[in-house]
């Protein structure tokens, strides 16, 4: 049983964050974070020293929730700790609290020890975790990349030497499969967030083999190799660096992008077998194939990128409206299909791991760049990327 507490739009709660001394980054950036949450409508107060504090210096109550707000985050230095408390300001009082020690602003590690703080607040009020302590993996200029969910913390992860292609994060989010081309091949590579040697998949050596998907469990690896005879889905054990298997067998058909169901059950994956490219399902051992995505009879076009939500109720993938890619999501149970965007050129959607944000490529503010939907409520916002931004992938939580 799942138990999922879902704010409709317009009736999210409101939620403050009290201003206070010291602690002023992690403070921003938590502001920013339950803001990019979209599970709360956020009360904006202007920068202020002091805490607003109400008599004797007690928390003022009063005030906060003359200003509409139901929550209130208080971020306060409690002798060189940092000590974050939820004031449920109906009942007046403190909800929840944690204390933890930042490092220096300075360090690496600074800004995703507040995301880990601001998701676990969104944890409190809602049940669910937030988005804050996830990365994207894109690729710009032939070089893989990663930044933070809220656009900072750039650096490539791939060398300039090389073209690399099709990035996908692990489970744990310790390591990326990606396509790197070179001498007419494509072979995939494992690269570990941490750094060190990047090591191949076996059975990738020859051809040129791309769209890499981890199984939920980070043993398997899904990919598609072309070859003279076709474009088919593959499955390497990583684990154990053996065992190559073929899931597909199409001799005229292209087979590519696959995608693991949240329990590694099934796979959805494009094919043309049929003629437009559009989105199958099989067995993680390549048996029972159907159509997964209902096709329109020309309606739209070709349909692509598929991926499976986690929490294995939706896909998402992008599909041709009148010569244009849009994003579309679809519900599993009902196969009832949602377009998501109609502004410009957007394709590539990949979700987080909430389940209720998809980031994807759109070209609507005149290049390609990264952008999230909260499929809830509509709202967009936009992250800056270096050159044109193509095929992101986000990472599940980061521990």
Not at 191 to 215: D, E, M, R
Not at 328 to 333: E, K, P
Request: glycine fraction near 10%; hydrophobic fraction near 40%; proline fraction near 7%.
């Amino acid at each position: 049983m799942r138990l999922v507490l879902k704010y409709d739009p317009g009736a999210r709660p409101s939620l403050v964050v009290t201003p206070g001394t010291g602690l002023d980054s992690a403070r921003a950036i938590l502001r920013r974070d339950l803001d990019f949450s979209d599970r709360f409508e956020t009360v904006i107060l202007p920068e202020a020293s002091g805490t607003l504090s109400g008599k004797a210096g007690a928390f003022n109550y009063d005030l906060y929730r003359k200003l509409g707000a139901a929550y209130a985050v208080e971020l306060a230095d409690v002798g060189g700790r940092a000590q974050v408390r939820l004031h449920d300001l109906a009942a007046g009082k403190v909800a929840a609290q944690v204390e933890t020690v930042f490092s220096p602003a300075t360090d690496p590690g600074f800004r995703m020890q507040v995301h880990r703080i601001s998701d676990e607040v969104v944890r409190w009020i809602t049940g669910t975790p937030g988005i804050a302590a996830t990365r994207f993996a894109f690729v710009a200029g032939g070089r893989v990349y990663v930044v933070d969910n809220d656009g900072v913390n750039l650096r490539a992860l791939t060398p300039e030497s090389a073209t690399s292609l099709s990035p996908t994060w692990s489970p744990d989010g310790g390591r990326i499969a990606y396509t790197r081309l070179q001498d007419g091949r494509g072979p995939i590579m494992i690269q570990p967030i941490a750094g060190g040697a990047a090591t191949p998949v076996p059975g990738t050596n020859a051809g040129l083999n791309i769209t890499p998907a981890f199984s939920p469990d980070g043993n398997l690896l899904a990919y598609s190799s072309s070859t003279e005879q076709g474009t088919n889905i593959q499955v390497a054990n990583v684990a154990q660096n053996c065992c190559v298997q073929r899931l597909t067998v199409g001799r005229f058909a292209d087979n590519l992008s696959p995608t693991f169901a949240p329990d590694g059950g099934r796979l959805a994956f494009v094919s043309t077998r049929a003629g437009p490219a559009q989105v199958y399902t099989m067995g993680a051992d390549g048996t029972d194939a159907e159509l997964f995505v209902p096709f329109d009879f020309g309606v739209t076009g070709s349909t692509n990128a598929p991926e499976w939500s986690p929490e294995g109720t939706m896909v998402a993938f992008h599909r041709e409206v009148s010569g244009s890619p849009q994003v579309f999501v679809m519900d599993v149970s009902g196969r009832r299909v949602r377009q998501l965007t109609s502004s410009g050129r957007n394709e590539d959607p990949t979700w987080a791991p909430d389940g209720r944000h998809v980031a994807f490529v759109s070209d609507r503010s005149g290049r390609r760049q990264l952008w999230v939907i909260d499929i809830d409520t509509g709202r967009t916002r936009q992250l800056v990327t270096p050159g044109a931004a193509r095929l992101p992938a986000w990472s599940r939580r980061l521990k």
